[in-house]
Nanobody, 126 residues
Framework: QVQLVESGGGLVQAGGSLRLSCAAS????????MGWFRQAPGKEREFVAA????????YYADSVKGRFTISRDNAKNTAYLQMNRLKPEDTAVYCC???????????????????WGQGTQVTVSS
């Protein structure tokens, strides 16, 4: 059974940084792409970043490009999201996700992913 568990969320002032982690278990982590999504109150879940199974390719939403960095450590079965220069509009529940397709390219849509973590709250104060 695939499990994804996020950690690292919290309250931070605007301009600050946080690093989120996503610990995966239940299958060969290094064979699957990973993605990060977020959902703010009253809004739909939106794509934040994704990384290929090897880590060679990364993708970002325009709203976070240049501020957020996605990475992975396949030896530790963990994906990360480094968030710098945080803004109040980054406030949301952040979830990691993984697709069902082995060695596939990462997608940017919610429907591209089958497995989801429960999420971690990130709150950015102004």
């Amino acid at each position: 059974q695939v499990q994804l568990v996020e950690s690292g969320g919290g309250l931070v002032q605007a301009g600050g940084s946080l690093r989120l982690s996503c610990a995966a278990s239940g299958r060969t982590f290094g064979s699957y792409a990973m993605g990060w999504f977020r959902q703010a109150p009253g809004k739909e879940r939106e794509f934040v970043a994704a990384i290929s199974w090897s880590g060679a390719s990364t993708y970002y939403a325009d709203s976070v490009k240049g501020r957020f960095t996605i990475s992975r450590d396949n030896a530790k079965n963990t994906a990360y999201l480094q968030m710098n220069r945080l803004k109040p509009e980054d406030t949301a529940v952040y979830c990691c996700a993984s697709p069902d397709r082995r060695l596939g390219a990462p997608g940017t849509g919610v429907r591209d992913y089958k497995y989801w973590g429960q999420g971690t709250q990130v709150t950015v104060s102004s």
